[in-house]
């Protein structure tokens, strides 16, 4: 089955530094998202993104699907940004909404 | 985000108890999921629902039986648990199967232990 790679695995940023997250996947895809998951557990939807580029404040997604990556980049950074971040997509051959994560990256932003 | 609501959101239950997850979701979406999240492990997809039938059943053990009595509301029911089956219950939905449309929402979550 398709394989889903996060990297880094963890990072501790600066209050107000800038970061960029990658997800790598071995296999065409119809849907990729990214997740915020806070602290409490709470799964946030970011971005919808199977191609292209998309902003939303301070949070930009990229996805280069020819070349099977996804760039999350997050500006200025703030405390409230901690958490794992979730890449996850649904295999180009699917159509049942099954979407395979990847295990995450796990940002800290210290004051 | 109060769109799709889970309860409770804490369980505790031992091996012999037979027990109830319930998702509501409030968005008027068609499709429903329920996800596993264990300690140091990614996500795992448990069940797909689409209007009311289940899509997906991603070879989940016997002692999780889901029902999805319309298209607001999706039950995971429990019995004869083992301890690994300790983790995060997730629940999501989504307007529909596939494309923009595929976008999902999750809820909360329900913290589960067995004993």
């Known amino acids: 089955g398709i394989q889903v790679e996060q990297s880094p695995p963890d990072l501790i940023l600066q209050e107000g530094a800038n970061s960029t997250l990658r997800c790598n996947f071995s296999d065409s895809v119809n849907n990729l998202q990214w997740f915020h998951q806070n602290p409490w557990g709470q799964l946030i939807n970011l971005f919808y993104?199977?191609?292209g580029t998309k902003q939303n404040g301070r949070l930009s997604a990229t996805t280069v699907a020819t070349e099977r990556y996804s760039l999350l980049y997050i500006s200025s950074s703030q405390t409230t940004d901690s958490g794992v971040y979730f890449c996850a997509v649904e295999p180009g051959s699917s159509n049942t909404g099954k979407l395979i994560f990847g295990q995450g990256t796990t940002l800290q932003v210290k004051p | 985000e109060t769109g799709v609501t889970q309860t409770p959101r804490h369980l505790v239950m031992g091996m012999t108890n037979k027990k109830s997850l319930k998702c509501e979701q409030h968005?008027?979406?068609?499709?429903m999921y329920w996800y596993k999240q264990s300690a140091k492990k990614p996500l795992e997809l448990m069940f797909v629902y689409s209007l009311e039938e289940r899509v997906e059943n991603n070879s989940v053990p016997s002692r999780f039986s889901p029902e999805c009595p319309n298209s607001s509301h999706l039950f995971l029911h429990l019995h004869t648990l083992q301890p690994e089956d300790s983790a995060l219950y997730l629940c999501a939905s989504s307007q529909d199967l596939g494309g923009s449309t595929d976008t999902q929402y999750f809820g909360p979550g329900t913290r589960l232990t067995v004993l």
């Open positions: 968005l008027g979406h068609n499709a």
């Open positions: 993104i199977p191609s």
